[in-house]
């Protein structure tokens, strides 16, 4: 194996980042588990059906996707806490993101349950689609209380430095899911309504699983369970700028999808399949993040700034490994995949040309997500705000131009590689600097 290759040599931080991010990286894969068991079992009722599932979960996790902050502010606050060796405070303010959370759940149902039929509309379903579609989201939406608890949850346990817990909770989700949707769907035969029934209790036994290990917790701290308004108050206010970095995030992917539709079907057809080679990358690398949350907000809490700088060197190091890894191994599979999605020649090679560019932004993909996990962690998220929102204005005429120049699906791929390469910039920028490591319990 070449030198440059090989995984970094060990150091006392590398058993704290496997600890953290092997566990967290099985509970990020669980998650997506829920729509694909519900995707094979209405795909058993009809193309309708399996499209309303389609429609729905769209609005379904652009929602959720755009909720993460509950997690990851939680995880940081938390963390803080930890490093200073204050665990009744870290665990109460875990608990002030839970409310927060339930709170815009309930919130959520209000508005969305009028608004069903207008949101489904917005996606252009057709009308045999569209019953289905109304019918899938106006039931889930009764789990979005749970599933935004599972969020804030998930949150808590990480900046405990407890990435563990969540991957039984998921995988124990995940199971429920899937008998009650056999049950509901091809036993009792309630059609796509006993699959959105079957997901909500799930998700809300798994908040419950959640809001038990926080209340023992908390009986074992002291730590009040009652909402404090200053608390959840502090925590919405720390979520807006993690809200504005996740809604250019989503910018991001809704366009690079609109494009490559418009750019034709075979397009569009190659473009989702090397975006779910990305994906699931991407939750790989995205475990690093994680695990430097938790690893940052601690050293920082502890008013450790030497031990934040050495484990942020190592997770980079992780990062770029990592990325060369995935790299190789998409060159490697590259020649056989399209063969498993599609037999159009036109896709096959559009997807082929795809994957050599995903390989190649691997590398600087760990280096970034890991560096984003780690300002998160530091509560950095005013400049994450801010520069996500500027790399999100460098791709977007990128992405333009390869559209109206006719640079093809390549070229929307080179897009999104310079919307990674901005990205490394401005956070390799501020890593290299002083401001992110503030100090102390609360930054």
Not at 404 to 424: C, D, E, V
Request: charged letters at 10%; glycine letters at 14%.
């Amino acid at each position: 194996m070449l030198p440059h290759l090989r995984r970094p040599r060990r150091n006392p931080h590398d058993r704290e980042i496997l600890r953290l991010a092997v566990p967290a990286f099985g509970a990020l894969v669980a998650e997506p588990l829920f729509l694909l068991t519900d995707s094979a079992i209405i795909g058993h009722l009809g193309t309708a059906p399996l499209g309303g599932l389609g429609v729905a979960a769209q609005l379904l996790n652009t929602l959720v996707y755009l909720c993460v902050f509950l997690a990851y502010g939680t995880t940081a606050g938390v963390a803080r806490q930890v490093g200073a060796g204050d665990l009744r405070a870290a665990v109460k303010q875990g608990i002030d993101g839970m409310w927060l959370a339930a709170g815009l759940g309930l919130a959520l149902i209000a508005v969305g349950v009028p608004l069903t039929a207008p949101l489904v509309d917005l996606f252009g379903a057709s009308p045999t689609v569209a019953p289905y579609a109304e019918t899938y989201l106006r039931i889930s939406l009764f789990g979005i209380p749970g599933m935004l608890v599972i969020l804030a949850g998930t949150g808590v346990l990480r900046g405990l430095q407890d990435t563990r817990t969540p991957l039984y909770v998921a995988v124990g989700g995940f199971t429920v899911n899937l008998l009650l949707n056999v049950l509901f769907v091809l036993g009792l035969g309630w059609g796509i309504a006993g699959s959105a029934w079957g997901t909500v209790i799930a998700q809300t036994g798994s908040a419950a699983v959640y809001v038990a290990v926080v209340l023992r917790a908390a009986r074992r701290h002291g730590a009040p369970v009652r909402p404090d308004g200053r608390g959840v108050r502090t925590a919405a206010t720390a979520a807006v700028s993690l809200l504005l970095r996740t809604a250019a995030l989503r910018v991001v992917l809704v366009v690079g999808t609109s494009i490559a539709a418009r750019m034709g079907d075979a397009e569009i057809a190659a473009y989702q399949v090397g975006f779910l080679v990305w994906t699931l990358l991407a939750f790989a690398l995205d475990a690093l993040a994680i695990a430097g949350q938790a690893i940052t907000g601690r050293y920082l809490g502890a008013a450790d700034r030497a031990g934040a700088r050495a484990a942020t060197r190592r997770m980079i190091g992780w990062g770029v490994a990592g990325g060369v890894v995935f790299g190789l191994g998409v060159l490697l599979v590259r020649p056989f995949l399209p063969a498993l999605f599609t037999q159009d020649p036109a896709v096959r090679d559009l997807l082929l040309l795809s994957l050599v560019i995903v390989a190649l932004m691997q590398p600087i993909a760990g280096v970034v997500f890991v560096l984003d996990g780690i300002l998160i962690g530091a509560g950095d998220g005013t400049y994450l705000a801010r520069t996500t929102v500027l790399a999100t204005l460098v791709f977007l005429p990128a992405a333009l131009l390869a559209y109206r120049t006719g640079a093809g699906l390549g070229g929307l791929w080179l897009a999104i590689g310079l919307w990674m390469a901005a990205r490394l910039v401005t956070l390799g920028l501020r890593a290299r600097g002083d401001a992110w490591l503030v100090t102390g319990a609360v930054r």
